[in-house]
C-alpha cells in the first residue's frame, strides 16, 4: 500500500507540473503586453516659487536621473496673469516662469533659465526641448510672422523669425547653434538655418539631431549633434527636400488618397527602440514612420475627422521592453490616445477636453520617466503640466 500510495503521489505531481506549464504558456507575457494605464497624479507638481506662472507648456523632457524639465514660453502669458510684472504692478501676483524648469521628482524647482533676451538668438517662442545623454538641453524656436500667440501679448514685428535650435549646457550655457533668425522665406531646400521648427530628438549613439520643421517648413532635418553640420533630410513619404512643396494642402480625406505632402506643422519626432522615426503630420491627422535614413515605412491615421488643429500633436511610447504601444497627445481632442505600435489600432485612450484635474485643452507635449510614469503639458488656457501614474 505504501508503495501504491507513493506512485499516486508521484503521478499527481507530475500533472501539477504539466498544468503549471500550461498556465505559464497560456498566460499573458506580463504587464507590458497589456496596455498602459494611468492614474493623475494631482499633488505634482508643487507651486511655483516666486509667483512664477507658466506659459504655453511647449516642451517636456526627463532625464537620466528622472527630473523633469520643463520649457514654457514667457511671451505667452496674458498681462491680466502676469499682474506682478508690469509697471506699475496691476496686481500682487504673477510673474511669468523663465522658460526653462527642472524639477525633481517630488515636482520642486531645482533649477531655471532663459527667457527674453537672456541669449542673442533666444528664440521669440520658445519651442520644443530634449535632454540629451549629456545634460545637454536643446529648444527650438517657432515664431515667424503668420504666428499669433494663443494668449499674452504678440512679439514685436520687426524681429527677425525663429530658424535657430539652441544646443545648451544644464545651467543654460549655449554650446552650439544650428541655424539663425532671419526673414528669409520658407526654403526646404536651403539647410543653413530652419522654418520654425516645433520640437527635436537626439539619437545619442550616432551623434544626430532629428529635428521637426515644422511650421514654416515641410520636412525632417537631420544634422550632427556635435559640430551642427547638415546630413541628410526628406519630406512625407520620404520625398526628398527638392520635391517638397511648402503649399498647404488639404487635409486627410479618407474618401480621397492621402496627402502627399506635410501639412504642418510637423509637430513631433521620436525615435523607438527598434530604430524607426516617428513623425506628427499634425495637419494631416496622421503619423508617419520611417528608417533613420529616411525610407518610408508606414502611416497611422488617428480620428481622420478631426478639423481645426489636427490629432498628433505629440507621441510617446510605452515602458515595456519591446514598446508595444504608441501614446499619442492629441490637442484638438483632448486625448491621450493609445494604439498599437504595429497596427496603429487604438486600444486604451484616456483624458477628455476640459480644464479640471484630468482633463486636457490642447494637449501640446508628452514625456515618459524610468518608471513609465507620464508627464503631459498643454498650451493656454490651461498653460500647465500634469503627471500620471503608470498603474497596470
Not at 174 to 185: A, F, K, M, Q
Request: charged share 20%; with cysteine; aromatic share 10%.
Amino acid at each position: 500500500m505504501r508503495a501504491q500510495h507513493v506512485s499516486e503521489i508521484a503521478t499527481l505531481g507530475r500533472w501539477l507540473a504539466l498544468g503549471c506549464l500550461l498556465c505559464l504558456l497560456c498566460a499573458p507575457a506580463g504587464r507590458a503586453q497589456d496596455p498602459p494605464h494611468y492614474q493623475l497624479d494631482p499633488s505634482w507638481p508643487q507651486e511655483l516659487p516666486n509667483r512664477w506662472i507658466t506659459g504655453n507648456i511647449h516642451g517636456l523632457a526627463v532625464d537620466k536621473e528622472d527630473h523633469v524639465w520643463v520649457l514654457s514660453a514667457p511671451r505667452t502669458v496674458p498681462a491680466d496673469q502676469a499682474g506682478a510684472a508690469q509697471t506699475p504692478p496691476h496686481s500682487a501676483c504673477c510673474i511669468p516662469a523663465p522658460s526653462v524648469m527642472e524639477l525633481d521628482a517630488a515636482g520642486r524647482v531645482l533649477k531655471s533659465w532663459g527667457g527674453p533676451a537672456y541669449l542673442p538668438d533666444w528664440p521669440t517662442d520658445d519651442h520644443g526641448l530634449w535632454v540629451d545623454k549629456d545634460d545637454n538641453i536643446w529648444i527650438a524656436g517657432n515664431w515667424f510672422a503668420q504666428f499669433s500667440f494663443t494668449a499674452g501679448q504678440p512679439p514685436d514685428q520687426t524681429l527677425p523669425w525663429d530658424r535657430q535650435v539652441l544646443k545648451l549646457s544644464s545651467d543654460g550655457k549655449l554650446l552650439l547653434e544650428i541655424g539663425h533668425p532671419t526673414r528669409v522665406p520658407a526654403n526646404n531646400q536651403d539647410t543653413s538655418f530652419l522654418g520654425a521648427a516645433n520640437t527635436m530628438t537626439v539619437d545619442d549613439d550616432a551623434h544626430e539631431v532629428y529635428i521637426a520643421d515644422g511650421a514654416m517648413n515641410r520636412r525632417l532635418v537631420v544634422y550632427d549633434s556635435m559640430t551642427g553640420a547638415f546630413k541628410r533630410g526628406w519630406g512625407a513619404y520620404g520625398m526628398p527636400l527638392t520635391e517638397i512643396d511648402n503649399g498647404r494642402p488639404p487635409g486627410y480625406d479618407p474618401a480621397n488618397p492621402p496627402a502627399k505632402q506635410f501639412r504642418g506643422p510637423i509637430n513631433c519626432v521620436a525615435i523607438s527602440g527598434d530604430g524607426l522615426v516617428y513623425v506628427c503630420d499634425r495637419g494631416n491627422d496622421r503619423i508617419q514612420v520611417f528608417t533613420k535614413d529616411g525610407k518610408f515605412v508606414k502611416e497611422f491615421v488617428v480620428r481622420a475627422e478631426t478639423l481645426g488643429t489636427g490629432s498628433t500633436w505629440s507621441v510617446a511610447f510605452s515602458h515595456d521592453a519591446k514598446q508595444k504601444y504608441l501614446l499619442v497627445g492629441d490637442g484638438e481632442n483632448g486625448v491621450v490616445w493609445v494604439l498599437n505600435r504595429d497596427d496603429g489600432v487604438v486600444v486604451a485612450p484616456f483624458g477628455r477636453k476640459g480644464h479640471y484635474a484630468g482633463q486636457f485643452d490642447l494637449l501640446q507635449c508628452l514625456a515618459m520617466d524610468s518608471q513609465g510614469n507620464l508627464y503631459t503639458g498643454e498650451v493656454a488656457p490651461n498653460s500647465r503640466v500634469q503627471k500620471w501614474v503608470l498603474t497596470k
